[in-house]
């Protein structure tokens, strides 16, 4: 597997760049929309060293912000100084390889890497912080790009917590989930909430079906949905220096769902045919129903059988597929049924519908001739019935990012506003910052904003307007 990602790392934008800077007056080509005044943050791995065995998944998270006002724009960067980071920093070399795995030498006092805070990062009661799904968020001071410490809400949350909460745009609550929550590739999952003022009115726990990686869940209105899909985490395979992940589909597909103002204790399991879900783009109720549009892969990428040989990467591939839920049938199956054949990842709404039914979504979108990541080389944008409404592509060899939505204003309907996203010029080996109209994505970008370097392709962003 790690050769596997230094081999694509050498012919794609996936290795590290080994610095940090300040870019005060970067270059436009195009006209930056006058009303976008706020800052993308974008997260992602950059190993502050090379790991031996060290999974891409757990590199050292580097946050990249690119502030726009008035036409102008900036740009910052840092790693995000974690203790593992600092550790390292101090050694002058790896001291974990990944999944908390000490490497050999490490000081003895060291007894868990502490996190890498290197998949998303969101603004939520008045705080912006950097997460990913093995622990505690990291709190982050918004100009600086500084580390302010962790943050588990004076000490009513405990234990990992997801790269992906969910927040309502109606009530302002954060809703998150964790697993792992009882140690290390346990099935035990923990889920909460946290209210618009920063405080936290809800932490719960319950067992899974089996150990798994989880890194989406699914929030409606009024329902909870946490996917138990078979990347399976087993502490005896890690034992035996196996995969502690592997895919391992004879042990099926589980989504469970509860009431958001029920307990653990409600929970129905719903079953289907072996998938992987990574990313959900929106979930919604009609009726008894609940409907959830995600990116589903029939096989998973990046993780191995656990005998170590690979996955099929023609089944390898995710793509924009339905799941149905009846919750007044008497059948514990719900339906997946694709939308699209088209290779894609990273999907987005207009996040004022999270929840409910939306009218507008968008992905990135890969060449079907290269592998699945590494190779996201435009941007799709769909309705509610996952018709597409409008497809752009990049010059052959430019890869891009997860694109961010941003409305106009609070008023604006629906889908009314940009898309930001960052672009990798493969044959100038550096990147754009590209902004698109959201309703119109296959005239191109609107506006270019140019970087002298290249910005590894990384996982998740989010935009923050001004207080």
């Known amino acids: 597997m ?3 990602v230094k081999t694509e790392a050498a012919r794609t934008n996936l290795a590290p760049i080994p610095m940090e800077c300040d870019a005060p007056h970067l270059k436009v080509t195009g006209e930056l929309p006058r009303e ?32 726009l006002e008035n036409g102008r724009a900036s740009y910052r960067n840092r790693w995000v100084r974690t203790p593992k980071w600092l550790a390292e920093h101090d050694a002058g070399r790896a001291l974990f ?16 890497d502490g996190g890498v805070a290197n998949t998303n990062i969101i ?21 600086t790009l500084n580390r302010l410490g962790y943050c588990d809400y004076n000490g009513a949350i405990k234990g990992p917590f997801t790269a992906h909460p969910k927040i309502d745009p109606v009530t302002g609550e954060m809703v998150f989930f964790g697993y792992n929550a009882a140690g290390p590739l ?48 087993s502490m005896e395979r890690a034992m035996r220096g196996k995969p502690p992940y592997a895919w391992e589909p004879e042990k099926g597909a589980y989504v469970g769902v509860m009431k958001r103002n029920g307990s653990a204790k409600d929970l129905v399991w719903f079953r289907a045919e072996s998938c992987y879900v990574f990313h959900v783009m929106n979930a919604w109720e009609e ?25 099929d990467p023609q089944k390898s591939r995710a793509r924009y597929c339905r799941w149905t839920f009846d919750l007044a049938g008497n059948t514990d199956r719900f339906t997946q049924t694709y939308l699209d054949d088209l290779t894609g990842e990273f999907p987005r709404i207009d996040d004022r519908r999270a929840g409910q039914a939306n009218s507008h979504g968008w992905y990135a979108c890969a060449n079907p001739d290269l592998p699945m990541f590494g190779a996201l080389s435009g941007i799709v944008h769909v309705d509610g019935k996952g018709k597409r409404l409008g497809h752009y592509l990049l010059p052959a060899g430019d890869t891009i990012s997860e694109p961010v939505f941003v409305e106009r204003s609070s008023e604006a309907s629906e889908g009314d506003g940009w898309l930001l996203s960052a672009v990798w010029r493969a044959q100038e080996n550096r990147s754009d910052l590209a902004v698109f109209n959201a309703q119109d994505v296959e005239s191109g970008p609107v506006a270019l904003v140019h970087l002298g370097h290249r910005m590894p392709d990384g996982f998740h962003g989010n935009w923050v307007g001004p207080a």
């Open 287 to 311: 009726g008894n129903r609940i409907i959830a549009d995600v990116m589903q892969f029939e096989e998973a990428p990046l993780f191995p059988h656990p005998d170590g040989s690979k996955t």
């Open 2 to 4: 790690l050769d596997q």
């Open 97 to 112: 390889g990944g999944f908390g795995r000490k490497l050999p030498g490490a000081p003895a006092g060291i007894t868990d």
């Open 123 to 143: 603004f939520h009661g008045g705080k912006l912080l950097a997460l990913e799904e093995g622990h505690l968020p990291t709190e982050i001071e918004p100009g």
């Open 186 to 233: 346990t099935p035990a999952l923990s889920f909460g909430s946290v209210n618009a003022q920063g405080v936290v009115t809800r932490f719960d726990r319950f067992e899974s079906p089996y150990a798994s990686m989880v890194h989406d869940f699914i929030v409606t209105e009024n329902h909870l949905l946490f996917p138990i899909l078979p990347i399976t985490g």
């Open 36 to 67: 976008l005044n706020g800052t993308l943050y974008r997260n992602g791995p950059n190993p502050q060293f090379d790991a031996p065995g060290a999974h891409w998944f757990v590199g050292d998270g580097m946050l990249h912000a690119f502030h």
